[in-house]
């Protein structure tokens, strides 16, 4: 009798532990499925709630506008401020809109062509507050941006 109940205890725990084992993997599941389905309306959220490419490149140009100032001015802590808020959203470009329907190709890729060489080389005149060489990389930093727009199909916005 003793065996009995023992073999009988051993059994029930057995059942026990299939039944909690798969009472988990279905937790599991659905905690997965949960997950997957968040991330699913994060990324359809983040569509809806970000700003849009125009938004952003009007964004840039504001700054780039108060970057002329800055440089012609001297006022070499607020140049170094613009050129930050404009590498930031260069970041949101990218992030949000890389390969936009209206763009010939990635957003990245025409940064780096266009864009980035001049940028960083703006960057290290503002850092050694060389009016001149800042002055003239300013406006070849315009005008490529201007190229990027031309080769993106619009050419008709010029800076």
């Known amino acids: 009798m003793k065996n009995y109940l023992i073999i ?15 009472e988990q993997e279905n937790d599991t599941s659905a905690l997965e ?3 997957d389905s968040l991330e699913a309306e994060i990324a359809e959220l983040k569509t809806e709630l970000a700003p849009g490419l125009a938004v952003l490149m009007n964004q840039n140009y504001d700054h780039l506008k ?12 607020y140049a170094d401020f613009c050129l930050h808020e404009m590498d930031e959203t260069f970041e949101q470009i990218v992030d949000l809109h890389n390969n936009h329907d209206e763009l010939v190709q990635p957003a990245d890729t025409q940064f780096k062509a266009f864009i980035f060489p001049t940028f960083e080389q703006l960057e ?4 050694t507050k060389d009016q001149a060489g800042a ?3 300013f406006i070849e ?5 201007s190229k990027c727009h031309t080769a993106n199909n619009h050419g008709f916005i010029r800076l």
């Open 66 to 77: 108060k970057l002329e100032v800055a440089i012609n001015e001297g006022n070499w802590e």
């Open 141 to 145: 930093l315009k005008t490529n941006c």
């Open 8 to 22: 009988l205890s051993a059994g029930m725990l057995t059942f026990a532990a299939s039944c909690a084992s798969v």
């Open 135 to 137: 002055s003239q990389l």
């Open 33 to 35: 499925s949960r997950i």
């Open 124 to 127: 290290e005149k503002v850092d």
